[in-house]
């Protein structure tokens, strides 16, 4: 299994900037940021947001080997074709190979009424959504593309230079229809989660796959959950995790004992790379290193 860190984007770019060199010199797998332009909900609705793109194409001009996504991209939010060729001068940026494009249906309510964004209801949105994937991946691997669609019409759309790989991530697990999307068009699929909802949405994936006729080992897998190693007795720490629950949050804290025993049962349900998100480590920089390497040393211990 691999394992890799989610940055949270709200923080300075300089932060920002060394979490990416930090995962970098000490092995793990990929950094990966999300696609907000403001916080969910009410609460800290002002605290400043960077951008996914232009983060993913500072991180790839300032890093050398690391894999770099976006957890995930809102449909909603850009013209597929525009992202497409955003996303493939980034992978040109990052000297090819390096970046995986994760993309999503769209959800988060406040932004789209702040901006003035359309937010179709569920059905349209994910209809919205599969005609995307299939203009994105036609404009990476196609010479031109022609697409008569409901939401999307492309006549001879070209996209030069092409990537030589860039993974298609959905970020999906509705059941009934995103997860079929996932069995056909994805590359790679992630969802939130512990073990047993892995477990869970991998029978249902299986079943899809199944269906259209597709060896679900073709796609890769990733999940992510609030990870951390405390020690017995830390009442602040279980205060944070009382919190996470509350915001219903995934959270995996405890011994290190505890925490690979949870890793043994994520790779039973078929999980190929865990996100360990660092925003709820604190502001403090120097605790966040301290709480990454603790669990990066006792738990995932990734060599570089």
């Known amino acids: 299994m691999d394992f890799s860190l989610w940055t949270a984007a709200p923080r300075p770019w300089n932060d920002i900037l060394e979490s990416a060199r930090y995962a970098e010199r000490t092995g793990w797998h990929g950094i990966w940021v999300a696609d907000h332009f403001m916080q969910n909900g009410d609460d800290g609705i002002d605290a400043p947001v960077h951008e996914c793109l232009a983060l993913l194409a500072a ?46 249906a769209g959800w988060q309510i406040n932004e789209h009424e702040a901006y003035g964004i359309d937010l179709p209801a569920p059905k349209q949105r994910l209809a919205r959504f599969e005609e995307a994937c299939q203009v ?102 279980a205060g944070r995790r009382d919190a996470l629950i509350a915001q219903g949050r995934p959270v995996v804290m405890g011994s290190a004992e505890e925490l690979r025993d949870t890793l043994g049962r994520y790779a039973e349900a078929g999980i190929d790379e865990l996100l ?19 669990l990066r040393t006792e738990v995932l211990s990734p060599t570089p």
């Not at 994805?186 to 029978?203: I, R, S």
């Not at 709820?280 to 966040?288: C, E, H, P, S």
């Open 59 to 104: 991180l790839a001009a300032s890093t050398e080997r690391i894999r770099l996504g976006s957890m995930v991209i809102g449909n909603t939010y850009r013209h597929p074709a525009v992202l497409a060729n955003q996303v493939a001068t980034i992978d040109q940026i990052a000297g090819g190979g390096r970046l995986v494009l994760g993309l999503g």
């Open 136 to 237: 994105i991946k036609s404009l990476l691997t196609q010479s031109r593309t022609d697409f008569d669609g409901t939401y999307y019409q492309l006549r001879g759309a070209p996209l030069e230079p092409k990537p030589a790989a860039l993974p298609l991530l959905i970020g999906a697990q509705g059941e009934k229809v995103a997860l079929r999307i996932v069995a056909t068009h994805a590359d790679e699929w992630n969802h939130w989660g512990l073990p047993d909802l892995a477990a869970q949405k991998g029978e249902v994936f299986r079943a899809h796959c199944d269906e259209i006729g597709r060896d679900p080992a073709t796609v890769r897998r990733s999940t992510q959950a609030m990870f951390e190693v405390i020690d017995a007795g830390d009442s602040e720490a």
């Open 276 to 294: 360990i998100p660092d925003m709820a480590l604190g502001d403090d920089a120097q605790r966040r290193v301290d709480a990454l390497e603790r």
